[in-house]
């Protein structure tokens, strides 16, 4: 008991001598620092107050941020206006520092005053003074003069086919008169006799008198311009190529080349499904260019048309700067432009009565294939269509229908029966607001159905203005 006694004694003792330091560090090391306020200082214009804070039993000290920048107060001392001779400007000072900013202004335009103005007359120039009423910058303009605005008054000598005459002119401005001379009128030859007929190749020779003086000349006889016949296309225009055509003089047997633009609508192609394959050529046999994912996708404007052998119509389009073709049957086309239509080629396949009333440019391009069973036919629009052989459908009726049944299918469609014997059938459909048309014409439809023995041999589908 008695050394545990002492034990406690010696430790109070040591305590006690151990320096206040030693003591305060374990409080600064926990970060509880006894802090006094240093250097201070207040915010300005540009930068930030701030003071700082030190422990008083050891080396820690940090920054405290005392407000932010104040910021100019800026205040307008000086004004100077811009003149024609100097530029102006603006001082301004802030009122809590030595800055200081100017903002400058252009010259000024000079301010002009007329000091006499004279003006041009027909014989006299005009002459313009200006000075500045600021500056004292003096400025002319020179305005030349009119001249005379002569008036034909009478003819002192009349000029004849060799000899000048002499007329009598008065200005209208000022009233001066004067004499002038008038040129030869020249011969006025009339042919009288053909030496040599002129052609559209070669110059001719004739015998002529004047018709004012009676002067007999051989005179030399110009070409005669060339006889053109119609156009003949060598070439079909497309809406990407420019086409040739060529027509020949029927005198002489020149013929004649040229390019010419496209002039149709433009009738733009979609995809009426998705996986449609676009082919290199018009057939299901010729190579995939690429595959169109999605439906009423625009694969391009339809160049050109064409029928394959197994009566299928494929449209030419130019997809992502590669030329290929579609067929119509997965396609629906759009007309952006139009050149006089209502309607253009709908149909796809084998039914050919979409291409009634369509344009017959557009049309054309399903009857130029060699071998089709049916024709197109019209001035600017197809307005005749005829079947005459198998693999397509006109109207619904095809090449071997029995009569009666193509008359039920003909009724179905609109068409009313006019007229019928053994080896004919005629229908007529009326044109009515959502018939066919094109622009304010209405057209009323006439087909006729050619028979042998109670079957259909041959389809003819006509349009008649109403």
């Not at 017959?360 to 019209?378: I, K, R, Y």
Request: charged share 25%; glycine share 8%; net charge negative.
């Amino acid at each position: 008991m008695k050394n545990y006694t002492r034990f406690l004694l010696l430790a109070v003792l040591v305590l006690a001598f151990l320096p206040a330091a030693a003591l305060a560090g374990s409080a600064c090391d926990t970060g509880n620092h006894t802090l006094t306020m240093g250097d201070f200082k207040y915010p300005t214009c540009t930068e930030d107050g701030y003071y700082m804070e030190e422990c008083t039993l050891c080396d820690y000290a940090r920054l405290v941020v005392n407000g932010e920048a104040l910021g100019h107060d800026w205040e307008q001392t000086e004004t100077h206006p811009a003149s024609c001779l100097n530029e102006g400007y603006v001082r301004y000072e802030c009122t809590q520092c030595e800055e200081f900013r100017e903002e400058t202004f252009p010259k000024t335009d000079h301010t002009w005053l007329d000091m006499g103005t004279t003006y041009p007359d027909c014989t006299n120039d005009g002459l313009e003074k200006m000075e500045c009423s600021t500056c004292g910058e003096q400025w002319e303009h020179k305005t030349p003069a009119l001249g005379h605005s002569f008036k034909f008054v009478g003819t002192v000598m009349k000029a004849t086919c060799t000899k000048k005459g002499i007329k009598e002119v008065v200005c209208e401005a000022c009233g001066h008169s004067e004499h002038q001379e008038t040129e030869a009128t020249g011969h006025n030859y009339e042919y009288v006799n053909y030496i040599k007929e002129p052609t559209c190749t070669k110059e001719g020779k004739a015998d002529a008198v004047c018709k004012t003086c009676g002067k007999e000349a051989t005179r030399t006889v110009e070409k005669l311009p060339h006889a053109w016949g119609e156009w003949t296309v060598t070439k079909r225009a497309t809406r990407t190529e420019k086409g040739t055509r060529s027509h020949i003089c029927e005198m002489c047997g020149k013929k004649e080349k040229q390019s010419y633009e496209y002039e149709g609508s433009i009738i733009n192609i979609y995809t009426t499904r998705g996986q449609v394959n676009l082919r290199k050529g018009p057939s299901t046999s010729k190579a995939k260019v690429t595959t169109v994912e999605k439906k009423n996708t625009l694969v391009g404007e339809m160049i050109s048309a064409e029928m394959d052998k197994k009566g299928n119509v494929w449209y030419q389009v130019e997809y992502k700067n590669r030329k290929c073709w579609i067929m119509a049957e997965y396609a629906r086309a759009e007309v952006t432009q139009l050149e006089g239509i209502v309607r253009y080629p709908s149909a796809g396949g084998k039914e050919l009565s979409g291409y009634f009333l369509s344009t017959l440019e557009e049309a054309l391009l399903m009857a130029e294939v060699e071998g089709a069973p049916f024709t197109l036919s019209g001035d600017e629009f197809v307005t005749e269509i005829e079947l005459t052989g198998e693999g397509h459908t006109l109207c619904g009726v095809k090449i071997g229908d029995k009569a009666k049944t193509a008359q039920k299918q003909l009724e179905k469609k609109g068409f009313v029966l006019f007229s019928d014997d053994d080896y004919e059938y005629t229908f007529e459909r009326i044109c009515t607001p959502d018939a066919l048309s094109i622009s304010d014409k209405g057209f009323d439809a006439v087909l006729t159905l050619t028979l042998e023995d109670g079957k259909v041999t041959g389809i003819l589908l006509e349009a008649y203005t109403n």
